[in-house]
């Protein structure tokens, strides 16, 4: 429920991606600083710091669903640190 009201807030979909979370937002605070709405900015941060939070809480307790890009950067990132950790010398 709070999820959706948040997301309602910024005019983005449930399942916008971190950088479309962040494009928005970036965009909604610069529209209220030029036009000096200080609420309105709070207002935005304030979503998008809960938005993301809440996000985190999924991760950690497992709830949260990857999807395949997600996957696929997880790879690349553990194939990277595989390198590294062979590469000086430190086999398992």
Do not use: C, W
């Not at 609420?39 to 950690?60: F, G, H, M, P, S």
């Amino acid at each position: 429920m709070e999820n959706s009201k948040l997301h309602r807030e910024l005019g983005i979909a449930e399942d916008s991606s971190y950088e479309e979370i962040t494009a928005v937002t970036q965009a909604l605070i610069r529209q209220a600083e030029a036009s000096g709405d200080i609420k309105k900015k709070i207002k935005v941060e304030v979503a998008k710091d809960r938005i993301l939070q809440l996000r985190l809480n999924e991760r950690l307790a497992g709830l949260a669903t990857l999807t395949k890009e997600a996957r696929a950067q997880s790879r690349v990132e553990e194939d990277e640190y595989v390198f590294i950790y062979v590469e000086r010398g430190f086999v398992p």
